[in-house]
């Protein structure tokens, strides 16, 4: 397999070289994401990584000439906000729409691009989700112009269940806590499907509201009144930042089985409480080796920090972005959305994970996973505190992987 950063370097530097037309539309690429409010700290993440790539792109020259221009919009951490921002973006004439934070402002999104599309044809967007991973965006919801750089709940939940067992750690009571939305729903589902994978009982099951809870206590207090052995969450931001809290101030001695645990803040506030928790997460520095550890330094030397929580994952699929715009030859001296979503349904990349690829049927990638537990023995220690994450077990995409739902049906332009 090629080592990460010459396949970047690489991919970046033909996207300078592949043409040279003397008058050139650059292209323009949106962010549009929670930048302000209690979910900012994941919205700056997804940015962070997107400027991660963006800037090497155009150190080596752009696309077609000109820079890849990065405009930024801040959806305030809602639906309306992201339909109010997208319809400035698209007067401002984005054609490629990056959004990761919240499935619900991702389900906004993926409509008003479809709905953009078909009444404006010849200047289409595409979206690409980098972290909204609801099933109903690669399912019912799912059209031509929305490319899944992240996970679903049903591959999430089968490989913590795997590696949980593989550690010895999954015991037999799981008790169910989500954020009561469509990705909330999606991984109670999936953590009800897979009792019998882990051979556990889910002994209770809660839904709650999103990014409204202040205080967890009583929820902690129903956990430790059911006898869970395990706890499965697919909680981010606040509220799992703040299950945490109170899981360490209430001394709860079941494990937390998570897909966001790497959330900078969660150790901190969950103190010796995190000490063999697990999380099923896209990259840990430590399965992945000196690739790996390449990827890590260039990016701390770039961004100030390590790469963490949803950042690996942002920063690979816009490298399958930049693969795509590499294979896309100019139209007019501009850039075809059409022609660019077509190249990126045929996307691979390496990874020091394993190979990347998108999946044409449903577009959802098919990316490794990788099961951690937090350990004080840890190569790479997060939140200033000693601890980190140890992996346990490395899924390859193909291992990974759930197949494509029924109720996607696919439509590919004319």
Same mark, same amino acid.
């Given at each position: ?40 700290? =994941?919205?700056?993440? %997804?940015? &962070?990584?997107?400027? %991660? ?23 305030q ?51 690409i ?12 919801k ?24 593989k ?33 556990? &009982? ?5 839904l ?15 956990? =430790? ?13 606040n509220?799992?930042?703040l299950?945490?809290k109170?899981?360490k ?6 494990? %937390?089985?998570?897909? %966001? ?70 139209k007019?001296g ?16 390496? &990874?020091?994970?394993g190979?990347?690829?998108m ?7 098919q990316?490794?996973?990788v099961?951690? &537990? ?15 994450? =140890? ?24």
């Open positions: 397999m090629k080592k990460l950063d010459l396949t970047l370097v690489a991919a970046v530097a033909a996207l300078g070289a592949c043409c040279t037309a003397a008058v050139a539309a650059p292209v323009k690429i949106g962010l549009v994401e929670t930048l302000s409010g209690p979910q900012a700290s =994941s919205g700056q993440a %997804y940015r &962070t990584a997107v400027r %991660y790539v963006i800037d090497q792109v155009n150190a080596a020259g752009g696309w077609n000439g000109e820079p890849v221009q990065l405009l930024e919009y801040d959806n951490g809602g639906p309306a906000g992201a339909a109010d921002k997208l319809r400035a973006a698209a007067a401002d004439g984005v054609q490629i729409v990056v959004q990761g934070a919240s499935s619900a402002i991702g389900g906004q999104i993926t409509e008003d691009v479809r709905k953009w599309n078909l009444r404006n044809p010849g200047k289409e967007m595409v979206y989700n980098v972290g909204a991973e609801a099933l109903e965006l690669t399912g019912e799912c059209n031509f112009y929305h490319f899944r750089f992240a996970g679903n709940a049903q591959v999430r939940v089968k490989a913590l269940v795997e590696g949980m067992k550690a010895n750690a999954l015991g037999t009571k799981v008790y169910a806590i989500n954020q009561n939305y469509s990705w909330g729903q999606d991984m109670e589902r999936a953590i009800v499907d897979d009792q019998k994978l882990g051979g556990y &009982t889910v002994v209770e099951k809660t709650h509201d999103v990014n409204k809870i202040q205080d967890f206590a009583p929820y902690v207090a129903k956990i =430790s009144a059911s006898g869970a052995d395990t706890v499965m969450t697919g909680n981010w931001s509220d799992l930042l299950l945490m109170a899981s101030a209430a001394g709860l001695k079941a494990r %937390y089985g998570t897909v %966001y645990l790497d959330q900078p803040g969660n150790l901190a506030n969950a103190g010796e409480l995190a000490v063999g928790n697990f999380v099923a997460h896209t990259f840990n520095a430590e399965a992945g080796g000196a690739d790996a550890q390449k990827f890590v330094e260039d990016y701390k030397a770039k961004t100030g920090h390590i790469p963490v929580f949803v950042e690996p994952q942002t920063a690979y699929g816009m490298m399958m972005v930049a693969d795509a715009l590499k294979r896309t030859k100019p007019n501009a850039l075809n959305v059409n022609e660019f979503a077509l190249a990126l349904e045929s996307g691979r990349i390496p &990874t020091p994970m190979e990347m690829s999946r044409a049927a449903d577009h959802q990638v990316m490794p996973l099961v951690s &537990t937090v350990s004080r023995d840890a190569k790479y220690k997060v939140d200033g505190t000693d601890m980190g994450f =140890s992996p346990v077990l490395l899924l390859s995409a193909q291992e990974a992987s759930t197949p494509p739902q029924a109720s996607c049906k696919m439509k590919r332009p004319d």
